[in-house]
């Protein structure tokens, strides 16, 4: 599994148990973190935009994103750099993905959600948007999941 925006790091240390010894999870966060990870895990100090995907150690079973843009309180300016971030995501886990996995990415509700829900139709069999039950009132974040990857041919 690779964690895009991993930083304080409990979804890779979740990642991990549930992926067991023998599966690996790889984050990556521009800021570092103190959690302590097990063997079969590790993050990196990076940007996940700067990263050489071919050393990632891929194809991963399912990439996620929980990265957020540093917010303005301009609610469209943000919500359209979340957007962009959304998309982003997607074009590391078109190179990272084996066929078949999954991808999830917060995304801020906005006018592009729909764009960046039909870019993940675009190469997955199923597309949901997910507002966990967790999730505060006021939030306007929600989760796009993309399962059954294609990769474009």
Do not use: C
Request: glycine content about 10%; aromatic content about 8%.
């Amino acid at each position: 599994m690779l964690d895009l925006g991993a930083s304080p790091g409990s979804w890779t240390l979740y990642a991990a148990e549930r992926v067991g010894p023998t599966g690996r999870v790889v984050g990556i966060d521009p800021a570092s973190t103190d959690v302590t990870l097990p063997p079969n895990a590790e993050i990196l100090e990076a940007d996940a935009f700067e990263v050489d995907p071919s050393t990632l150690g891929g194809p991963f079973d399912l990439v996620i994103s929980d990265m957020a843009p540093k917010t303005s309180g301009q609610r469209h300016a943000d919500q359209y750099r979340s957007y962009e971030l959304v998309m982003r995501a997607l074009e590391l886990a078109k190179a990272v993905l084996r066929p078949g996995g999954a991808f999830v990415a917060k995304i801020f509700q906005g006018a592009e959600l729909e764009d960046a829900r039909d870019g993940l139709r675009s190469v997955f069999g199923k597309v949901r948007i997910i507002r966990p039950e967790a999730t505060r009132n006021e939030s306007y974040e929600v989760f796009l999941v993309g399962l059954g990857y294609r990769p474009p041919t």
